[in-house]
């Protein structure tokens, strides 16, 4: 009984695992959505959305810090590093460091931060640098499952005929073994 209540859900646990689970999650999610389980739109849309609400959090909780702890030039420092990197290679695009912290697994989340303590750097203008910079990575993220998920199934389909490409493969030893005589001499011929 409880399982057909779970299998009724399955949209709502989707989504919060994209929103709150991130990557593999929403890999894992496309892959299902190769084999017919879940509507690929509904993937893309739960990643893009859970996404953009967790990004949201972590730059909010960046505002927050920033005002409310004495800490914040301790975690500022730390991040330091991170950020000046980014910023000597791409000066002050935020959109260009956006895009490649979403992909470096853990920089994302601090990259929301600081971009959140930051006070130039407000929540409209965030969210202008979000918006496409997110549709890219899930994008991105969403077609290597997709794509997984179809290569897992194909590799389960041609699992389930194993035994058949094994009885040919047997027969032709067979064959080549009760004739090998005979194939050598048509193939092998010796030049005197």
Same mark, same amino acid.
């Given at each position: 009984? =409880?399982? +057909?209540?779970?299998?009724?859900?399955?949209?709502? *646990?989707?989504?919060? +695992?994209?929103?709150?689970?991130?990557?593999?999650?929403?890999?894992?999610?496309?892959?299902?959505?190769?084999?017919?389980?879940?509507?690929?739109?509904?993937?893309?849309?739960?990643?893009?959305?859970?996404?953009?609400?967790?990004?949201?959090?972590?730059?909010?909780?960046?505002?927050?810090?920033?005002?409310?702890?004495?800490? =914040?030039?301790? +975690?500022?420092?730390?991040?330091?590093?991170?950020?000046?990197?980014?910023?000597?290679?791409?000066?002050?695009?935020?959109?260009?460091?956006?895009?490649?912290?979403? *992909?470096?697994?853990?920089?994302?989340?601090?990259?929301?931060?600081?971009?959140?303590?930051?006070?130039?750097?407000?929540?409209?203008? *965030?969210?202008?640098?979000?918006?496409?910079?997110? +549709?890219? =990575?899930?994008?991105?993220?969403?077609?290597?499952?997709?794509?997984?998920?179809?290569?897992?199934?194909?590799? =389960?389909?041609?699992?389930?005929?194993?035994?058949?490409?094994?009885?040919?493969?047997?027969?032709?030893?067979?064959?080549?073994?009760?004739?090998?005589?005979?194939?050598?001499?048509?193939?092998?011929?010796?030049?005197?």
């Amino acid at each position: 009984m =409880w399982i +057909a209540s779970l299998v009724g859900q399955s949209y709502l *646990f989707a989504f919060l +695992a994209a929103a709150f689970l991130g990557e593999a999650a929403i890999f894992i999610l496309a892959m299902l959505s190769s084999g017919g389980f879940i509507p690929l739109w509904f993937v893309f849309a739960s990643a893009f959305v859970g996404t953009m609400i967790t990004d949201f959090m972590w730059f909010e909780i960046g505002r927050r810090l920033k005002k409310t702890s004495i800490r =914040w030039e301790k +975690a500022n420092k730390l991040y330091y590093k991170v950020a000046s990197a980014l910023e000597k290679t791409y000066g002050q695009n935020h959109f260009r460091s956006m895009l490649i912290s979403k *992909f470096m697994y853990g920089v994302r989340t601090a990259n929301n931060i600081y971009l959140g303590g930051r006070k130039k750097f407000g929540i409209y203008r *965030f969210a202008l640098y979000n918006v496409p910079v997110v +549709a890219i =990575w899930a994008g991105v993220i969403v077609s290597l499952g997709y794509l997984a998920g179809t290569g897992v199934s194909l590799v =389960w389909k041609i699992y389930n005929r194993i035994e058949i490409v094994l009885a040919g493969v047997f027969v032709c030893l067979l064959i080549f073994y009760l004739f090998e005589e005979k194939i050598r001499k048509i193939f092998f011929k010796r030049v005197e």
